[in-house]
Nanobody, 126 residues
Framework: QVQLVESGGGSVQAGGSLRLSCAAS????????LGWFRQAPGKEREGVAA????????YYSDSVKGRFTISQDDGMSTLYLQMNSLKPEDTAIYYC???????????????????WGQGTQVTVSS
């Protein structure tokens, strides 16, 4: 069983930066795909970025491409999301997600992921 705990959320002005972390425990070495999702009030949960372990590719939504960077530490126990040039529309609860399947569906589809963190709030003011 894999547990995920996010941290690093907070409030920032537009144009600022935040770095989110997601600590994985349990059996993180079994994880093949990790993703960041966000959900704003009244909106569906959307995929922000994903990374496949063992040197696999990364993916970004069009809305964050060029501003956000997903990465993972060498021990594969912590996932990061560096968020730069933040905009008010980035305001949401951010979740990290993980799955042990490498070929289990599209990276931005929430049902693709078995494990989820509890979320961390990001608020960007104009």
């Amino acid at each position: 069983q894999v547990q995920l705990v996010e941290s690093g959320g907070g409030s920032v002005q537009a144009g600022g930066s935040l770095r989110l972390s997601c600590a994985a425990s349990g059996y993180p070495y079994t994880i093949a795909c990790l993703g960041w999702f966000r959900q704003a009030p009244g909106k569906e949960r959307e995929g922000v970025a994903a990374i496949y372990t063992a040197g696999g590719p990364t993916y970004y939504s069009d809305s964050v491409k060029g501003r956000f960077t997903i990465s993972q530490d060498d021990g594969m126990s912590t996932l990061y999301l560096q968020m730069n040039s933040l905009k008010p529309e980035d305001t949401a609860i951010y979740y990290c997600a993980a799955d042990y399947r490498r070929y289990g569906g599209t990276w931005y589809d929430p049902p693709r992921y078995k494990y989820w963190g509890q979320g961390t709030q990001v608020t960007v003011s104009s």
